[in-house]
């Protein structure tokens, strides 16, 4: 197997960011600089979760995640350029917040306006297997200037964020022999999964040799 380890110098870690701001390299480094969350001491009469190692598979990729922090869900992808594509996928969403899906207790970016909690519209990381060359495409559908390189595990893809105002979403291509891996970052005012336990997702991904 060989792992999908984000080359952290393609991209400068920006400045004044709001919460789940960060792009995926600088969520990856996040495990480098800090402890994850669930190692660091807790608050007197606090218990910390101890780490449940778990994966799922997203056609070749395989994706390790904490499932005392993340809960894998089912949901819809938009896909650009008119968004009005879909497609199946998979996002992890942080533990506590997948006890909502389904209720009318969310507020997503609508003012004063609780709307029903779902998948689509949860902060998380999506991830889809495209099957066939999306990747050329898609990425001819977004603004060059708007387009970075990334590089996981030797496997050079491209991503670009949207959004403002600390929500939003960037995405992810990459090239997985005759399969395009699209990963979406979904990030929200609140909300948002341990930081912590995503950086570690996207440093463990492993595709076959």
């Not at 660091?40 to 009469?45: F, T, V």
């Not at 990425?139 to 590089?151: C, G, M, Y």
Request: hydrophobic share 40%; with cysteine; proline share 7%.
């Amino acid at each position: 197997m060989r792992k999908l380890f984000p080359v952290l110098t393609l991209l400068a870690a920006a400045c004044g960011q709001s919460e789940g701001d960060q792009n995926a390299v600088e969520l990856a480094n996040i495990t480098e600089e800090v402890a994850p969350a669930n190692t660091l001491e807790p608050e007197r009469n606090t218990q910390v979760a101890a780490p449940k190692p778990a994966s799922l598979s997203v056609g070749p990729l395989r994706v390790p995640y904490d499932s005392s922090l993340l809960t894998p869900v089912a949901t819809k992808i938009q896909v650009p350029p008119d968004w009005q594509t879909q497609v199946e996928g998979t996002k992890l969403i942080g533990k506590g917040r997948a006890a909502l899906l389904g209720k009318a207790e969310c507020m997503y970016g609508q003012a004063g306006k609780a709307t029903t909690c779902n998948a689509q519209q949860e902060a998380g990381l999506a991830f889809a297997d495209m099957e066939g060359g999306w990747i050329d495409s898609l990425r001819q559908s977004v603004p060059a200037a708007d387009l970075k390189k990334i590089t996981l595990g030797g496997v050079q893809g491209v991503s670009w964020q949207i959004g403002a105002e600390g929500e939003g979403a960037e995405y992810i291509l990459l090239p997985a022999w005759e399969h395009t891996i699209l990963i979406v970052r979904h990030f929200r005012n609140s909300g948002n999964p341990d930081e912590a336990a995503l950086g570690t997702v996207l440093n463990g991904l492993e595709l076959p040799e």
